[in-house]
Every structure is written in structure tokens, then in C-alpha cells.
């Protein structure tokens, strides 16, 4: 069965950190593009990060500085590390694994930056 399990949300006040962990199953992991991508209420879904099967990364402006995505091909596992979280980062996460034209996507974890 293949899947994408994300976990690592929560409630975070503003300048904290959280880390975001995605395990995949029942995918050769190492040769899929795996990304982060979110979602606010009201909002269309938008690319967070990316990283390649090469460890290539590429994040969106807003995620620039503060954001570092990163995989553990071992673990079959995606991590995406956020720093200096700011209200606005708020929505729920998704976690994306990419071969060609074939997307997977998990179901979401949410994360909530408020004092």
C-alpha cells in the first residue's frame, strides 16, 4: 500500500521551531522528488520545498532563510526543519512524492503559529 504519513505539527508560538517528518511506504523512496507543500484556509495549496533524488533543494521565497528540507533515503523519510515561525506560516502541510507524472500526496499535518 503506498502512503505518506506526515507528522510533526502542532501549536508553535511565533519565532519557535517545529520539525516536520514524512515516511513513505510502499515506494522505492530514493527515486522519487519529495516536497512540502501547504495549505492556509482560503487559500490554494503552494509549494513550501523540494528536494530532488540528488539532495538538489529548491524552497519558496517565504520559506528561504528559515526553512530546510532534507531526506533520509535509509529511513524512506523526508524531514522539513522550520525555524523562525512566523502567524503566517499557518496552514496544514503536505507532504508530496514525485516520479514522473505521478504524484502522491499524504494527508496533512497542522501546523498552527500563534502566542
Known amino acids: 500500500q503506498v502512503q505518506l504519513v506526515e507528522s510533526g505539527g502542532g501549536l508553535v508560538q511565533p519565532g519557535g521551531s517545529l520539525r516536520l517528518s514524512c515516511a513513505a511506504s510502499?515506494?522505492?523512496?530514493?527515486?522519487?522528488?519529495m516536497g512540502w507543500y501547504r495549505q492556509a484556509p482560503g487559500k490554494p495549496r503552494e509549494l513550501v520545498a523540494t528536494?530532488?533524488?540528488?539532495?538538489?533543494?529548491s524552497y519558496a521565497d517565504s520559506a528561504k532563510g528559515r526553512f530546510t528540507i532534507s531526506r533520509d533515503n535509509d529511513k524512506n523519510t523526508v524531514y522539513l526543519q522550520m525555524n523562525s515561525l512566523k502567524p503566517e506560516d499557518t496552514a496544514v502541510y503536505y507532504c508530496?512524492?514525485?516520479?514522473?507524472?505521478?504524484?502522491?500526496w499524504g494527508q496533512g499535518t497542522q501546523v498552527t503559529v500563534s502566542s
Open positions: 510502499g515506494i522505492f523512496f530514493n527515486i522519487h522528488d
Open positions: 528536494i530532488t533524488t540528488l539532495s538538489s533543494t
Open positions: 508530496n512524492a514525485r516520479r514522473g507524472r505521478r504524484d502522491i
